[in-house]
Nanobody, 126 residues
Framework: VQLVESGGGLVQPGGSLRLSCVAS????????VGWYRQAPEKERQGVAC??????????YYEDSAKGRFSISRDDAKSTVYLQLNSLKPDDAAVYYC??????????????????WGQGTQVTVSS
């Protein structure tokens, strides 16, 4: 049972990346999935959340992500994506995905119960 993130890397300011979160060993499509990030010496921050397809499929974004980031899910591939566009140096962090203990993104920004992946590093630098 695991979540595996990938797609991070080094990108110049203004560039794009697509992060993937693949679930294995369990049926992740039942759960809401959130993306989070943590930069050095900063608290973990919720970036985006997508409810389960069987829920209402609602999508939520942290304010700085609105208009630049896009979350989506492909339940057939047990994968949730986070498209990162117009990246800024402040976006640099380790990005984590997590399945929430709910079909909905209730209190997603500070989840009390979640299953986490190991993270993927995003570096934004010229």
């Amino acid at each position: 049972v695991q979540l595996v993130e990938s797609g991070g890397g080094l990108v110049q300011p203004g560039g794009s990346l697509r992060l993937s979160c693949v679930a294995s060993g369990f049926t992740a499509d039942y759960y809401a999935v959130g993306w989070y990030r943590q930069a050095p010496e900063k608290e973990r921050q919720g970036v985006a959340c997508i409810s389960s397809t069987d829920g209402d499929g609602s999508i939520y974004y942290e304010d700085s992500a609105k208009g630049r980031f896009s979350i989506s899910r492909d339940d057939a591939k047990s994968t949730v994506y986070l498209q990162l566009n117009s990246l800024k140096p402040d976006d640099a962090a380790v990005y984590y995905c997590a399945t929430l203990n709910s079909r909905y993104c209730t209190e997603w920004e500070t989840p009390h119960s979640a299953f986490w992946g190991q993270g993927t590093q995003v570096t934004v630098s010229s």
